[in-house]
């Protein structure tokens, strides 16, 4: 793909580019168009001579794929979709109105060659750390004719966002070699020029991390294509191509001068900053009157690149074809990985400890995900030992440089970083993402978690210590709001009308193997599991088989214990907190003769969806409801209802053992007596 093409060709495609996204932005009266503008050489020599896909079938699981980290630069992707075919001119012009294609930061479309949603700054090419990983595992399991590049185009933000130091680190420690990203160098911000804010030596940073680092002129398409054929034929290493651009490339003002380099057209339109677009659009070959349009000498060239795309990728399914004849077996467990379908697993046969911690109810699951789950990826941040993501380290290995035959990425203490990797891992496609830490830091992996439901990948966050019972530990490590906070992705839908994110925490060790068997079932949005640090009665059992009573977890709640008349009291709650109200309520039937209705709910959001039938069986309306969280009330609010109570803390922990704490702050089942005796008098 890499021969020698007219450059003057090439610069005409590059300028095409510009005018497309700078027309797009003075269109819209919205967006950015100076960066577009200045990335227009690279990623036009990536895409006509370096990128392998399919133009006729934009879901080949093997072509390169390309993560754009700056989201705002969305004109300059838009651009050069058009010029492959997948964007019309229409819809570029429609460039972030309602309805079109073209938001004003790209959603992630397969089918139309977006590969990440972006917009977060760093967490772009963050994700392309995660495909690069997820390629190199799948080709250590089926051969080198799997091996393909990712690349990632990344803008000085980018680079200054926290999470490109974790980025940089992993990539490098893996020898990601698969790896090549473009550093658009402009030393030009929203609001500020780079120098201002850094002077660090962004080269040395990297190969001090274990990247090959090439530094070009990145608006000379000689000097791309070099660094590009350099970085492909790395085999050790990463690799950076810091191209140095030009803000604004081609602009220029009413009288003709250069207005290149200047903050303002970073963030705003050229017309706005104080540019001339029909007069940049003149500048840069193209006709003010219709800018919306693709040289004809552009069409034809990369009509020829099309074609040259196409007999590449037919060349390389021949070569999967053949292999795939002479490994049915190998060839059929591909087509598995990327049908993107549940395993199947007998989650009734997983042995579990009575009474443990829901952590170690999930090592136990894990241990044999690891065993029949072959393309499952998980990872911890520096926490495997206490999150118990060990018990899928202990059938695996790690991911190291030049092996990619294990299974487990230790990820270092860079939470966010992880959950992105994660979210390329999966965007990726073939690979199941799983990561952990303690749950109190799950506010460090937001953004990456917001992004999972936005993007609609079945990432499993395993979040463990998973309230003020960390004990000793004191206030930094006691998660109280942070459950409040989960569950508000299961109230916010998705742009397919579903609930963003699944939040199941567990009651004990069976409803914990249950809540992993939704979770790795739950192939279209994310599943967060909240567990236990500390060990948990199991929950009695009517018929015996505790784990069959707990499929019923699968319904978002169920009734635990029901009396044999209509209650007198509903408690509910979820996890740990749920064999509390067991032990109050054997006082409260025993001491006070009461009818007590107990409800395990590991997912209010699931729970709502089910019919309003078995909503007002779990929880009949008139009689009153008590819930124990140990988090903020609001947890429960919507379940207990106005005329119930909800029991939660209102303040930070303290540091004690969790067994003061939970006298202290009232989790016993004497308290819940108090509290029930309290609400029945209301």
Request: charge should be negative; charged fraction near 20%.
């Amino acid at each position: 793909m890499n021969n020698q093409v007219d450059l003057t060709v090439t610069d005409k495609a590059s300028d095409n580019i510009r005018i497309l996204a700078a027309a797009m932005v003075e269109k819209a009266k919205s967006g950015h168009p100076g960066g577009a503008m200045g990335g227009a050489d690279f990623v036009n020599v990536l895409y006509s001579e370096f990128l392998n896909f399919d133009p006729s079938d934009n879901l080949w699981i093997n072509r390169d794929r390309f993560f754009l980290d700056p989201g705002h630069m969305s004109p300059m992707l838009y651009s050069i979709l058009a010029l492959t075919g997948n964007y019309s001119m229409e819809e570029l012009a429609n460039f972030r109105q309602w309805g079109s294609p073209t938001p004003g930061h790209p959603e992630v479309d397969f089918e139309r060659g977006v590969e990440n949603t972006s917009g977060p700054l760093g967490q772009g090419h963050t994700m392309a750390v995660g495909a690069a990983i997820a390629e190199r595992f799948l080709a250590a399991r089926f051969g080198d004719w799997m091996s393909h590049k990712t690349y990632a185009f990344i803008s000085d933000g980018g680079i200054q966002e926290e999470i490109a130091q974790g980025a940089g680190r992993i990539a490098g420690t893996l020898g990601l070699s698969n790896l090549i990203m473009f550093y658009d160098s402009n030393n030009i911000q929203l609001s500020t020029k780079v120098d201002e804010v850094t002077t660090e030596d962004t080269a040395k940073k990297y190969e001090a991390w274990g990247w090959n680092v090439i530094t070009i002129d990145g608006n000379n398409a000689s000097e791309i294509r070099v660094a590009l054929l350099a970085a492909n034929n790395e085999t050790e290493r990463p690799t950076l191509i810091i191209g140095e651009t030009v803000m604004g490339k081609g602009a220029v003002d009413a009288e003709g001068g250069s207005f290149e380099n200047m903050v303002s057209t970073h963030g705003q339109p050229l017309g706005a900053a104080g540019a001339s677009l029909d007069k940049t659009i003149e500048n840069l070959g193209g006709d003010p009157k219709n800018p919306f349009q693709i040289f004809p000498e552009v069409e034809a060239y990369y009509k020829e690149v099309l074609k040259k795309k196409q007999e590449y990728a037919a060349a390389k399914k021949a070569e999967q074809a053949e292999w795939a004849k002479a490994n049915p077996e190998l060839a059929a467990k591909l087509e598995k990985f990327f049908s993107g379908e549940a395993p199947e697993i007998d989650y009734a046969s997983i042995a579990q400890k009575a009474d443990a911690a829901t952590r170690a109810a999930s090592s136990a699951v894990l241990a044999e995900l690891a065993n029949k789950v072959d393309n499952m990826i998980v990872s911890s941040a520096d926490l495997s030992n206490s999150d118990k993501t060990d018990g899928f380290l202990k059938n695996t290995k790690a991911l190291v440089k030049g092996d990619f035959s294990g299974a487990f990425l230790q990820a270092g203490v860079a939470e966010l970083t992880m959950a992105s990797i994660c979210n390329g891992i999966a965007l990726h496609g073939g690979v199941f993402a799983a990561c952990g830490t303690f749950f109190v830091f799950s506010d460090y992996m937001k953004p990456a978690v917001r992004l999972s439901a936005l993007m609609e990948v079945p990432v499993k966050y395993i979040w463990t210590h998973d309230a003020f019972r960390v004990g000793e530990d004191g206030p930094t490590h006691q998660p109280i709001e942070q459950e409040a906070q989960i569950r508000l992705l299961e109230q916010l839908k998705n742009h397919s009308g579903e609930m963003s994110l699944l939040a199941l925490r567990p009651a004990d060790v069976d409803e914990t193997t249950v809540a992993w068997k939704m979770a790795m079932e739950n192939t279209k949005t994310p599943t967060a599991l909240i567990l236990s640090r500390q060990n948990i009665k199991n929950l009695p059992s009517a018929n015996g088989s505790r784990y069959e009573e707990a499929l019923a977890a699968e319904k978002g709640a169920y009734i635990v214990e029901k009396p044999e008349s209509t209650p007198d009291v509903i408690l509910l709650a979820s996890g740990s907190e749920v064999s509390t109200l067991v032990a109050g309520a054997e006082i409260l039937k025993a001491e006070k003769g009461l009818k007590v209705q107990i409800v395990s709910v590991p997912s209010e959001g699931l729970f709502r969806q089910q019919s309003a039938e078995y909503q007002n069986e779990v929880i009949p309306a008139g009689i009153p409801v008590l819930g124990l969280t140990a988090g903020l009330p609001v947890t429960l609010q919507g379940l207990v209802g106005p005329n119930g109570k909800s029991v939660g803390l209102d303040h930070f922990g303290y540091s004690a053992p969790a067994g003061v704490l939970d006298q202290k702050f009232g989790y016993t089942a004497e308290n819940v007596v108090i509290e029930v005796e309290a609400l029945l008098q209301k």
